[in-house]
Structures are given as C-alpha cells and as structure tokens.
C-alpha cells in the first residue's frame, strides 16, 4: 500500500502576529532580580524595540539570566521624556518574565538580548491610553 503524503504548510512562528505594536526604540534602562540563591542582581540594559506588553533590551554587560525569570524593568529617569515610550513604562519598575533569550556572543557566551513580557494588569493597560488623552485636553 502506497501512502501519500500532503503538502501542508507548516506554520511558521516567526510569522506569528504581534500582540503590541511594537516600536523602535533606544532608552537606556535596568533590570532587577533575584538569582538561585536569593542575593539581588542588577544589570543595565538598552532598549532595542518597545510595545505596551512586551520589550526587547540589550545588556551592556555579560549576564546570564534564565529563562522564566521574574525581573523588574524599569527605564532609567533620562529616557521616560521619549514621546515614543508606552506610558505603562514612563511610571518606574514593571514586573516582567524573560520569555525569550537572544543569541549567544561567542566572545562572553551570554546572551545578546532578552524578550520581556511586561506582567501588567490588563485594567491598567486599558486606563493607560484615557489617562493619556485627557492629560492632553
């Protein structure tokens, strides 16, 4: 018995929409957590693209953080003047997951980047805009 096999189309993922329009964006900020150990670590991170839920930043050093993590992100007080910055992000620390690690430098072999999905509470998503628009009224 012969079997043919059909020409379905795998998904792609990285096809997938985006959930927030995201934008590019450079504004220096850190990153908070807590390791394996319970001790607390920074690192200074940049933005690279920015949306209302999730974030892609840079390390300006070798870090390894691990998939999963909770961490705190918060844009550094230079950077919340950008017009371009979700509000959710101009009011200090936003708990976030790394739900995404970059490519690895070969030099350090550490990530280039983490993916953070910001943990925003969807109510407060939904204020966020009004609050905007009728600042400016």
């Not at 189309?9 to 329009?21: A, E, L, M, T, W």
């Not at 950008?82 to 997951?97: E, F, Y």
Request: aromatic share 6%.
């Amino acid at each position: 018995m012969i079997h043919r096999v059909a020409n379905a189309q795998i998904p792609q993922f990285g096809c997938r929409p985006r959930i927030g329009d995201r934008r590019k964006l450079r504004v220096p900020g850190r990153l908070t957590w807590r390791d394996a150990k319970g001790a607390l670590r920074f690192v200074s991170v940049i933005t690279r693209d920015v949306s209302e839920v999730d974030a892609f930043v840079e390390c300006q050093a070798p870090t390894s953080i691990p998939l999963y993590r909770l961490v705190h992100f918060q844009v550094e007080r230079s950077g919340r003047d950008c017009a371009d910055l979700p509000a959710v992000l101009q009011h200090g620390k936003v708990l976030s997951a790394i739900y995404r690690v970059g490519p690895y430098r070969s030099s350090t072999g550490t990530p280039q980047g983490y993916a953070l999905r910001l943990l925003i509470d969807p109510a407060r998503l939904a204020v966020a805009p009004d609050r905007a628009s009728v600042a400016a009224v």
